[in-house]
């Protein structure tokens, strides 16, 4: 699954962030958006500021303008810059479930694939394609991400835990496309159960 979504340079596999507080803005800005817009965003709000405590010297205009084109822009640009207070008062990322969802506009799913990005955790972040993969796939039963995480809690241990949201997303991004998924190429089409999927696949068990 990995290395067929590298194969096809899956979009998530771009965001090489390293330090724990550029994962926290990539992943924060992220939302509701494609990685390939917030890639582009991020890189150029950091090569105007790249810290906390640059980007919380800003003004409101200016971070709307290098935000421009990611999602829900002029809310999470008021976000950014409280986050980036907070953090530049404090010193540090919040390594902990409590302290990141403390931050305005970070919610479960951001501050579990920060700690399990930025600091080697065994969290899992459930966005979009890891519910939906996991659902067609017959993995799980569920109506909602905090049910998926339950649920893949339960039968995912290890690394794989932490490798899981990266895997999921590249995997969505290139071959269990939303719709339209690519059944006939897909490496795991013989054991898939294609729960809801709707589509003909000539190479597929179910
Ligand atoms: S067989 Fe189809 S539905 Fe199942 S994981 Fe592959 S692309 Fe997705």
Known sequence: MHNEASRRNAPVFSAGFKDPFKILVFTFLSARTRDSTTIKAAEKLFSVADSPEKIAMLQLKKVEALLYGVGFYHVKSRNLLAISKAIAK?????DDFPGLTALPGVGRKTANIVL???????????DVHVHRISNRIGLVKTK???????ALMKIVSGNSVSELNRNFVAFGQT??????????ECPINRICRRVNVGTTCKNCRY
């Open 90 to 94: 404090s010193g540090k990322v919040p």
């Open 116 to 126: 399990s990005r930025a600091f080697g955790k065994n969290t899992l972040g459930v």
């Open 144 to 150: 909602k991400p905090e049910e998926t995480e339950t």
């Open 175 to 184: 071959i269990c496309l939303p719709r339209n998924p690519k059944c006939s």
